[in-house]
């Protein structure tokens, strides 16, 4: 098993940061796929056309959203923190994903980087 660790800087404001983790109609317009996505502990998620599935664990509105990714029957739980900070007129993602599987680490650290915060960097600053 193994951790994935990052922090990204947006040039975006953290309202805006936000939704497009948590909000399904963002989520589809930087994704292109439709979303099931709810901001509230206990729901189940899916992206991707369920690529990647899991439940909200925990959230707080524009400061933290932690999430079970799921990868079959695993013994550990694969757990996704995303922390976000205001940070003059930017917003910080610190991003902590532990206990993904070491077959998957390539794929979800590309994921991380390149299809999520990427996607959303890209989404929120077409023109940067």
């Given at each position: 098993?193994?951790?994935?660790?990052k922090?990204?800087?947006l040039?975006?404001?953290i309202?805006d940061?936000?939704?497009?983790?948590t909000?399904?109609?963002?989520?589809?317009?930087?994704?292109g796929?439709p979303?099931?996505?709810e901001?509230?502990?206990?729901?189940?998620?899916?992206?991707?056309?369920?690529?990647?599935?899991?439940?909200?664990?925990e959230?707080?509105?524009?400061?933290?959203?932690?999430?079970?990714?799921?990868?079959?029957?695993?013994?550990?739980r694969?757990?996704?923190?995303?922390?976000?900070?205001?940070?003059?007129?930017?917003?910080q993602?610190?991003?902590?994903h532990?206990?993904?599987p070491d077959e998957a680490?390539?794929?979800?650290?590309?994921?991380?980087?390149?299809?999520?915060?990427?996607a959303?960097e890209?989404?929120?600053n077409?023109?940067?």
């Amino acid at each position: 098993m193994k951790t994935f660790k990052k922090t990204y800087f947006l040039n975006a404001g953290i309202e805006d940061v936000y939704a497009a983790l948590t909000n399904p109609v963002t989520i589809e317009l930087w994704s292109g796929y439709p979303a099931v996505m709810e901001a509230r502990p206990g729901s189940l998620f899916s992206l991707w056309e369920g690529d990647i599935e899991g439940v909200i664990l925990e959230v707080q509105e524009n400061k933290e959203i932690v999430q079970e990714w799921f990868f079959g029957d695993r013994e550990e739980r694969s757990i996704a923190t995303i922390i976000l900070i205001r940070d003059f007129g930017e917003t910080q993602v610190m991003i902590e994903h532990a206990n993904i599987p070491d077959e998957a680490y390539e794929n979800i650290s590309t994921g991380w980087n390149d299809y999520i915060i990427g996607a959303i960097e890209n989404f929120l600053n077409p023109n940067f």
